[in-house]
């Protein structure tokens, strides 16, 4: 079992930056494929970025975001810069127990989900 919990959510200016962070136990990640996803109510779950032996990322946020791990503080991170109002979302953080698993961009291909948190960006 993980257990993820995201941090770093919040109100954010067109233009402007956020940090999210996603701590993790039970499981190391480094061992793990992360990924980043993001929902508008009425809307399906959208992948954002995923990290196992490579990197990527969404076409919409290619450019603008950054996944990084810190394996030391077992933590995933989501660096948002040039925020766009349209990057308004809850933020979920989801992890695949194997990284060495094919790369997937589907919701359903991730065990382990955190609780999310919400990224709003005015214009």
């Known amino acids: 079992q993980v257990q993820l919990v995201e941090s770093g959510g919040g109100l954010a200016q067109a233009g402007g930056s956020l940090r999210l962070s996603c701590a993790a136990s039970?499981?190391?990640?480094?061992?793990?494929?992360v990924a980043w996803f993001r929902q508008v109510p009425g809307k399906e779950r959208e992948f954002v970025s995923s990290?196992?032996?490579?990197?990527y990322y969404a076409d919409s946020v290619k450019g603008r975001f950054t996944i990084s791990r810190d394996d030391a503080k077992n933590t995933v991170y989501l660096q948002m810069s040039s925020l766009k109002p349209e990057d308004t979302a809850a933020y979920y953080c989801?992890?695949?127990?194997?990284?060495?698993?094919?790369?997937?961009?589907?919701?359903?291909?991730?065990?382990?989900w955190g609780q999310g948190t919400h990224v709003t960006v005015s214009s």
């Open positions: 989801a992890a695949a127990p194997n990284k060495f698993s094919p790369s997937s961009t589907s919701p359903t291909d991730y065990n382990y």
């Open positions: 990290s196992g032996l490579k990197s």
């Open positions: 039970g499981r190391p990640l480094s061992i793990c494929r």
